[in-house]
């Protein structure tokens, strides 16, 4: 029993203590590593007031005072150092990188601050980087102000190349010009987009945009940070990068997206103004350059600096990334040109051979060539695997200013010639367009190579047409504002109605001229068709004279041979007419006997007719008879068949009837058999009757057949004797017809005798008359023609008319269409304009609401930002509660450790002891065990020992 008890109390023990252990052993461990790492004191807060303002006390308020703020920039009090200079914000909160005081107090740019002065020590730049870092808070009290990263990362997809699409145009862009001055300026840049009608040219704080196409203004970019001294479309065309500032105090890079004309960016803020300026193909990179000689890449993912290149000795004039993005190519005053790898910012090639400032350079579009435009006048082509020079020559006499390739290989150039040409791939001259009145200063090509503008020193900006040379139009820089485009709008769509008025009635007026000139031509058309009628009458009347006459002198010999001719005539038919006579009195007499003969045949054609029709009517009965005898036989073989047909089925029935019914059977059976051969006797009679219908049919058929016979017999003899009347009748006929004909003819021979003579005599005097009337129709004719050639005079004439006034009438009409178009595009424009005004009016107060609705929901935001506050405050309280309850729990634990120790010691000690005691107790019954051993033994000898004595007795 004790060895039993002292085991379940050393393991409850353990396992009291080991439970405990486990329930603890997260909070102990977190307590331990809480114990082993002491919480970092809170870092003590860098202000402007207790820290910064100090510093630029001390080095910076000398120049940079509210007095005296030179660029722009006062450091003396907080919110001027917020607010930045001319340049733009010089801190931003959390962003050290970005800060342009770091980076010049720090002398990582230049110029270096303070100027000509060692770089600060390094505890003071400590604490500005710790301010700027911190949020730049003004003083302990402050909240701070962590800017914002805006990532400039720009979708490359579009990248490289013509986008897939429509080439982005400007959708929506303002044409309020943010400037406005009687004259332009010089112009500082002008770019083209790669793939759409679009121009950028750059003006005082603003960029104007025009369509290539139209050449109408599109929109206006503001460039507030000064002017535009660089202008450059990314390769993708989506993208505008804008290069400048003021001369001295600032110069930054902006990138603007085309279609919205929104500023994507805003990149760099050097000292000076940026004179050259480039993005690559993936839109990942911007590098500029200026009077500072540097060269500086930036990356549009995060706007950090990622190279500066020292190289240049001069200022740098043109910077462009090649249209693959490998190479970088940059050039300065002194002459350098310089390729760069554009990832690495290494030194690639050294192009030298230009003796004056390279201004302008220009990749062709397989990257593998550059061109550059120097002050020398030269214009040099370089390849870019070795860096040899290809081609050099003289382009421009006083300088070449600006150069550019366009897709097809082309260049175009403009210099201090005041000239802009176009040249071939090998340095060819192809056209020089007309010059300006100052030098050329700008030049491009337009997205299809069918265009070049240049602008020059007066601020002239043309457009030309490539092919011809011919100018296309004047882009202004400096457009006007939208109220006086609206004003000269309105006064033109006014000017244009009020020209519409002249026209319109002077067209009605031409209309009606020429109305009457076509009722004239018309008029003076119908005179000289009724002249030309009445001259062919004439000239009618004149031949049929002549031929009358002609005619009667012809007829004057003829006439007298005709009379003794006509009496000739007369005797001979005198003779016909006697021998015609005689013969038709024998005809007469033929005809009479032929009339007999001919009533002899009709007779006997008669007689030939009755017979026939008796022998017919004798056949149409035998005919019935013999079809009434066929029908009776059919019947009676019908009847005769049925009745076989009963007597058979009464047959039938009776053998199969009973005894009752086999004497009626049979008594049917016996009618039915003489029925059946009263219908066969029936049918033999029928059958010899239909036999003797035939033969008497075939007699009466035989007898008919020979009266048709006599019948035709006596038609064809009718027919001939007819046939013979009608031809002696005919022939009496022409006798007579003859006889008669004679007695005409003599009549007439007799007649034209005495018309011969009188035709004769008539012929005669027909001679004298038709004379004169010859003499008559020549003068009518004369008279006609004479009538006819002024109608054609006056045709002529009045066509002409009718053809000017329709002409002038087509002309005013055109114009009038022109000027009412005119009109209507005019009235069209000025009311665009009108709500063009309207909405930029109407901006502000839709920006001002913009920003009211952002403001509220920052003030939203910043509500929600308390209550999350305040629950992070809860939250902190409650862990904090939860960290005291853990520091408690830990104790108890030790508490707990020391007690288990103590009771380790205890529980080893009673193991000790109680191992001894088992000992003992397994050694006192071994001794036992051998103490029972010995007693059986010596009982087992004592019972042996006695009963070996009893058996011994």
Same mark, same amino acid.
């Given at each position: ?498 020209? #519409?008025?002249?026209? /319109? !009635?002077?067209?009605?007026? *031409?209309?009606? $001229? =020429? %109305? &009457? +000139? @076509? ?99 004798? #056949?149409?009965?035998? /005919? !019935?008879?013999?079809?009434? *005898?066929?029908? $009776? =036989? %059919? &019947? +009676? @073989? ?104 004679? !007695?005409?003819?003599?009549? *007439?021979?007799?007649?034209?005798? &005495? +018309? @011969? ?109 308390? *209550? ?5 405050? +809860? @939250? ?78």
């Amino acid at each position: 029993m004790l060895y039993s008890r002292a085991n379940s109390v050393g393991a409850f023990s353990v396992a009291f203590v080991l439970g405990a252990a486990l329930l603890l052993a997260g909070p102990v461990n977190d307590v331990q590593a809480d114990d082993a790492k002491p919480a970092k004191p809170a870092a003590p807060k860098v202000t402007y007031d207790e820290h910064i303002r100090p510093i630029l006390r001390e080095h910076c308020f000398s120049c940079h005072n509210q007095n005296g703020a030179k660029g722009g920039l006062s450091l003396d009090s907080y919110g001027a150092a917020m607010e930045g200079g001319s340049g733009g914000e010089v801190v931003f909160g959390g962003d050290l990188d970005s800060s342009r005081l770091w980076a010049l107090v720090s002398h990582d740019d230049e110029p270096f601050m303070p100027p000509k002065q060692d770089v600060l020590p390094a505890e003071k730049l400590k604490l500005i980087k710790s301010w700027i870092e911190g949020g730049v808070l003004e003083n302990s009290g402050s909240k701070a102000k962590v800017r914002k990263q805006v990532s400039f990362a720009l979708s490359a997809s579009a990248a490289g190349g013509k986008p897939a699409g429509p080439a982005a145009m400007p959708e929506g862009v303002w044409r309020q010009p943010v400037v406005y001055t009687q004259r332009a300026a010089a112009i500082s840049a002008i770019a083209s987009s790669p793939w759409a009608p679009l121009a950028a040219i750059a003006g005082q704080k603003q960029i104007s945009l025009y369509n290539t196409d139209t050449h109408q203004l599109l929109g206006v970019l503001p460039f507030p940070e000064g002017i535009p001294h660089i202008l450059h479309f990314s390769q993708s065309g989506q993208i505008l990068l804008a290069g400048g500032g003021r001369g001295g105090q600032a110069g930054s890079v902006v990138l603007y997206d085309v279609r919205s004309g929104k500023r994507l960016g805003k990149i760099g803020d050097d000292l000076d103004a940026v004179l050259a300026a480039d993005i690559n193909n993936t839109h990942t990179l911007v590098a500029m350059g200026g009077p500072n000689r540097l060269v500086k890449i930036y990356s549009t993912e995060t706007g950090e600096l990622l190279h500066t290149i020292k190289k240049h000795t001069d200022w740098v004039y043109s910077i462009k990334f090649s249209p693959d993005g490998v190479l970088l190519a940059t050039s300065d005053r002194a002459g350098g040109v310089f390729v760069w790898e554009a990832d690495t910012a290494r030194e690639y090639l050294n192009l030298k051979g230009h003796k004056g400032a390279v201004y302008d350079l220009s990749w062709r579009a397989d990257s593998n060539v550059l061109a550059s435009a120097s002050e020398d006048a030269t214009i040099r082509l370089w390849e870019m695997e070795k860096g040899r020079q290809l081609r050099s020559w003289g382009a421009h006499g006083g300088g070449a200013l600006s150069v550019e390739f366009t897709h097809d290989g082309r260049l175009c150039s403009t210099g201090r010639d005041r000239t802009t040409k176009i040249w071939d791939g090998n340095g060819k001259a192809i056209r020089s367009l007309p010059a300006f009145s100052e030098y050329g200063l700008e030049v491009t090509f337009s997205h299809d190579g069918k265009q070049v503008i240049a602008g020059d020193w007066s601020g002239e900006v043309r457009a030309w047409n490539a092919a011809d040379g011919k100018q296309l139009a004047l882009l202004p820089a400096n457009p006007p504002t939208l109220q006086m485009a609206f004003d000269q709008a309105s006064q033109q769509a006014a000017a244009s109605q009020a020209a #519409l008025v002249q026209p /319109t !009635a002077a067209l009605a007026v *031409a209309e009606t $001229a =020429a %109305k &009457a +000139a @076509a009722q004239a031509a018309a008029t003076a058309v119908t005179q000289s068709n009724a002249a030309v009628a009445k001259a062919k009458k004439a000239q009618a009347a004149v031949a049929a004279a002549d031929q009358a006459a002609k005619k009667a002198v012809a007829q004057i010999a003829p006439s007298q041979a005709a009379v003794a001719q006509a009496q000739k005539a007369a005797a001979a038919a005198q003779a016909k007419s006697t021998a015609d006579k005689q013969k038709s009195s024998q005809l007469q007499t033929q005809v009479a006997k032929a009339g007999v003969a001919l009533k002899v045949a009709i007779a006997e054609a008669a007689k030939a007719t009755a017979t026939s029709a008796t022998a017919a009517k004798t #056949l149409a009965a035998k /005919t !019935a008879a013999q079809k009434t *005898a066929a029908e $009776a =036989a %059919k &019947a +009676a @073989a019908l009847k005769a068949e049925q009745s076989e047909a009963e007597r058979k089925k009464l047959a039938d029935a009776l053998a199969a009837a009973g005894e009752a019914e086999k004497a009626d059977l049979q008594a049917k059976l016996e009618a039915a058999g003489k029925t059946a051969a009263a219908g066969k006797a029936a049918s033999v009679a029928a059958v010899a009757a239909a036999q003797k219908a035939k033969v008497e049919f075939d007699a009466a058929a035989a007898a008919v057949a020979v009266a048709g016979k006599l019948q035709k017999e006596s038609a064809a003899k009718q027919a001939q004797t007819q046939t013979t009347a009608d031809g002696l009748k005919k022939q009496f006929d022409a006798a007579q017809k003859t006889a008669a004909a004679s !007695a005409q003819a003599l009549a *007439a021979a007799n007649k034209k005798t &005495a +018309a @011969a003579q009188v035709a004769a005599k008539t012929a005669q005097a027909a001679k004298v008359v038709t004379a004169k009337a010859l003499a008559s129709a020549q003068a009518a004719v004369k008279q006609a023609d004479a009538q006819h050639k002024a109608a054609v005079a006056a045709v002529a004439q009045t066509k002409k008319a009718v053809v000017a006034t329709a002409a002038a009438a087509v002309k005013l009409k055109t114009q009038v269409a022109a000027l009412a178009q005119q009109a209507v595009a005019d009235q069209t424009r000025a009311e665009q304009l009108a709500a063009e005004l309207k909405a930029f009016a109407a901006a502000p107060a839709k920006l001002a609401a913009a920003v009211q609705a952002a403001e509220a929901d920052v003030l939203k935001k910043r509500e929600l930002q308390g *209550a999350v506050d305040s629950a992070h405050k +809860a @939250a902190a309280a409650a862990a904090a509660q939860k960290t005291a309850q853990a520091k408690q729990i830990a104790e108890q634990v030790k508490k707990l450790q020391a007690a288990y120790e103590k009771l380790a010691q205890e529980q080893a000690k009673l193991n000790e002891a109680l191992a001894a005691k088992a000992l003992a107790a397994k050694q006192a019954s071994e001794t036992l065990e051998n103490a029972v051993i010995s007693a059986e033994d010596a009982a087992v000898q004592r019972d042996a020992f006695t009963a070996n004595y009893k058996t011994g007795k």
